[in-house]
């Protein structure tokens, strides 16, 4: 059982890490969701124990699970999630003032207005419409 779950737990790394390298935007939202994912598999992984519900009154004599891995899984998904809602609004940020979600393109483009500031010229707007 534990091997097939460090198993589980390292594929869903390896393909958040694949994700995390590649050039679009979106891809490495979700290389991050999925690192974030195997996170909460080890902790609640690292924290298995059978036993009873650690409700009061605890029974004499008898074995509870641990409630502090629970919360920790818990608050680990809440910041997972939020961490995913803020990259993926950040990733429509980029797409509506870019017109792109490759990495490259919008370093280029972030180096060019630089350049273009440094020069004192104006920056160049590459909106293709739609948000403000």
């Known amino acids: ?5 460090s198993l589980a737990v390292s594929i869903v790394f390896g393909a958040g890490a694949y994700l995390v390298l590649q050039r679009n935007l979106i891809r490495v939202v979700i290389g991050v969701i999925l690192i974030s994912n195997a ?12 036993g009873r519900p650690p409700i009061y009154p605890l029974p004499e004599g ?3 699970s641990d409630p502090l891995v629970q ?8 910041i ?8 993926l609004a950040l990733s429509y940020r980029l797409y ?6 490759d990495i490259e393109d919008i370093s280029r483009a972030e ?11 104006p920056i160049r707007r590459r909106r293709r419409g739609g948000g403000a």
């Open 1 to 5: 059982m534990t091997f097939i779950i």
């Open 62 to 64: 008898q074995v509870v």
């Open 80 to 87: 997972g999630s939020s961490v995913a809602a803020l990259l």
């Open 96 to 101: 509506t003032s870019h017109s792109t979600i």
């Open 39 to 50: 996170a909460n598999l080890f902790i609640v992984a690292a924290g298995i124990m059978r």
């Open 71 to 78: 919360a920790m899984a818990l608050t680990a998904i809440v």
């Open 111 to 121: 180096a060019e207005d630089a350049e273009a500031l440094d020069r004192g010229e």
